[in-house]
C-alpha cells in the first residue's frame, strides 16, 4: 500500500534528544561566554546529523528535531507580538532536573501579531540538507488559551474574545503562508489541549476557569480552521494530541471520546497523530468518527521508556484499529516526540534511534514499504 503523500506509513512526531554539545553549548550561549552564532553553528552540524540519520534508517519526513528549541510550544508562541512569556528555563538551570517544576507562564499582554517570520529560517537549512520530505512542527494555536482561559488575556487589548481568536488565526495564517512559500508541504500541530480535555480533572479546571470543557473542543476547531484558511490543496496539516511529556512523565489521561467527533469532522485537518502506547488513552473505538479521507497515525510506539515494543504486539493493535479505520488509513509513529522541552527524556540517543528504526520495519511489515 504506497503512500506518496505525508503522513507516511512509518512516520514520527519530530523533537530527538538534544545532543550533549547543543546542552553544553546553550549552557554556554546563557553564559555569554560564545556567541549565538556560535551556538546555532553547533546547532547546525548536529541537526544535519539527526537528518542523515532520519534518513538512513528509512524515515521518509525529516525533521531538525526541535534542537533550536527550549519547549517545543514556547519558542514559538514567544515570537508573536502580544504574547509574553515568563519563567523560561535555561538548559543549565536546576529547575529541570526535577519533574514537579512550575513551567513558564504564557500570557496575552498586547494585540497580537505576526511581524516576523519564525520558522522559516529554520525550515530553509532543513530543505538544503535533506533528500526527503522536511516537515515542520509548529505548537496549535490554541496553546494561547487553554492554560491561562480569559484571565491570561489582557482585558484591554481584548475585551472581547472573538478578534483575540481572529488575530491569532491570522497570526497562524501568516506564517503557514511564509513557510509555503519557502517551499515547506508538510506541517504538524501539536495540541495539548484537545487531548486534556478528555481528562477529568483537566476538563474541571477548564470549568473552574470559567470555560465549557464540552463547549471548547468546537472552540478550538474553529480557531484552527481559521488559522488554515484557504490552505493550499498541496499542504498536508496534521494535528499531534499530546497528554504531556516531560522527562518521561505525562499530564492527563482519558479517552478520545469526549472530544472525537469535533476532533474527526470539524477540524480541517488531513491527518491526526494520536497517542496510544498505553491504556491512558482509552481504546481505539473513538476512531469510528474518522471519515473515509482522513489519516490516522497510531502512536503506539513509546518515546518514554527504551524498552521495545514487541512488533506482533504491535501488528495487533494496528489490525485492532483498522477494524474502526480501514488499514490504507492507518500509519504507525511513537506517541511523542523523544524531547518536547530542552530536558528530554529518559531515553539516551541510541534507544531513541533503535525506536525510531522499530516504527520503520513494523511498517514495513504490515504494509509493505514505510
Same mark, same amino acid.
Given at each position: ?6 503522513? /507516511? ?22 553564559? @555569554? ?11 547546525? @552540524? ?11 534508517? +528509512?524515515?521518509? %519526513? ?5 534542537? $533550536?528549541?527550549? /519547549? ?43 511581524? $516576523? ?44 474574545? !472573538?478578534?483575540?481568536?481572529? !488575530? ?24 495539548? *489541549?484537545?487531548?486534556? &480535555? ?31 484558511? #484557504? ?12 497528554? +504531556? ?8 489521561? +482519558? ?9 474527526? #469532522?470539524?477540524? *480541517? ?14 481504546? /481505539?473505538?473513538?476512531?469510528? /468518527?474518522?471519515?473515509? #479521507? @482522513? ?26 484499529? %483498522? ?5 490504507? *488509513? ?20 541510541? %534507544?531513541?534511534?533503535?525506536? &525510531? @528504526? ?13
Amino acid at each position: 500500500m504506497t503512500k506518496p503523500t505525508p503522513p /507516511f506509513r512509518a512516520d514520527h512526531v519530530g523533537s530527538l534528544m538534544r545532543p550533549q554539545s547543543v546542552l553544553q553549548a546553550r549552557s554556554d550561549a546563557a553564559a @555569554k561566554t560564545i556567541s549565538v552564532g556560535d551556538l546555532r553553528a553547533i546547532e547546525d @552540524k548536529e541537526i544535519i546529523r539527526l537528518a542523515k540519520k532520519q534518513e538512513e534508517i +528509512g524515515l521518509r %519526513a525529516i525533521t531538525d528535531g526541535e534542537i $533550536r528549541r527550549a /519547549f517545543f510550544h514556547l519558542d514559538f508562541l514567544e515570537r508573536l507580538d502580544g504574547v509574553t512569556v515568563d519563567g523560561m528555563i535555561e538548559a543549565n538551570s536546576d529547575a529541570g532536573e526535577t519533574v514537579h517544576f512550575t513551567p513558564p507562564r504564557l500570557s496575552v499582554t498586547g494585540k497580537l501579531r505576526h511581524a $516576523r517570520d519564525i520558522q522559516v529560517d529554520d525550515f530553509n537549512f532543513l530543505k538544503r540538507h535533506v533528500t526527503r520530505t522536511p516537515k515542520v512542527t509548529i505548537p496549535s494555536p490554541t496553546m494561547v488559551h487553554f492554560r491561562g482561559g480569559r484571565a491570561a488575556i489582557d482585558i484591554k487589548s481584548y475585551p472581547d474574545l !472573538d478578534p483575540f481568536f481572529e !488575530d491569532l488565526a491570522q497570526c497562524y495564517r501568516d506564517e503557514i503562508a511564509t513557510l509555503y512559500s519557502a517551499g515547506c508541504r508538510y506541517i504538524q500541530l501539536d495540541d495539548t *489541549n484537545l487531548a486534556y &480535555l478528555c481528562d477529568p480533572k483537566m476538563r474541571q479546571g477548564a470549568l473552574d476557569r470559567g470555560d465549557d470543557p464540552d463547549e471548547l473542543p468546537r472552540t478550538y476547531a474553529a480557531l484552527i480552521n481559521a488559522a488554515l484558511r #484557504n490552505k493550499p490543496s498541496d499542504l498536508t496539516v496534521c494535528i499531534h494530541l499530546c497528554r +504531556g511529556n516531560f522527562r518521561s512523565t505525562w499530564f492527563a489521561e +482519558g479517552s478520545y471520546e469526549p472530544v472525537a467527533d469535533v476532533l474527526f #469532522n470539524e477540524l *480541517n485537518v488531513d491527518g491526526y497523530f494520536l497517542e496510544y502506547d498505553d491504556e491512558r488513552s482509552g481504546g /481505539f473505538s473513538p476512531l469510528r /468518527f474518522v471519515p473515509g #479521507n @482522513k489519516t490516522v497515525v497510531l502512536g503506539l510506539v513509546t518515546s518514554k521508556r527504551a524498552e521495545l515494543e514487541p512488533m506482533r504486539e504491535l501488528i495487533n493493535r494496528v489490525e485492532e484499529a %483498522a477494524q474502526y479505520v480501514p488499514l490504507e *488509513n492507518l500509519c504507525l509513529s511513537p506517541q511523542c516526540g523523544f524531547s518536547s522541552t530542552v530536558h528530554g527524556n529518559d531515553i539516551s540517543e541510541d %534507544a531513541q534511534w533503535r525506536k &525510531l @528504526k522499530h516504527v520503520v520495519d513494523t511498517a514495513t511489515e504490515i504494509w509493505g514499504e514505510a
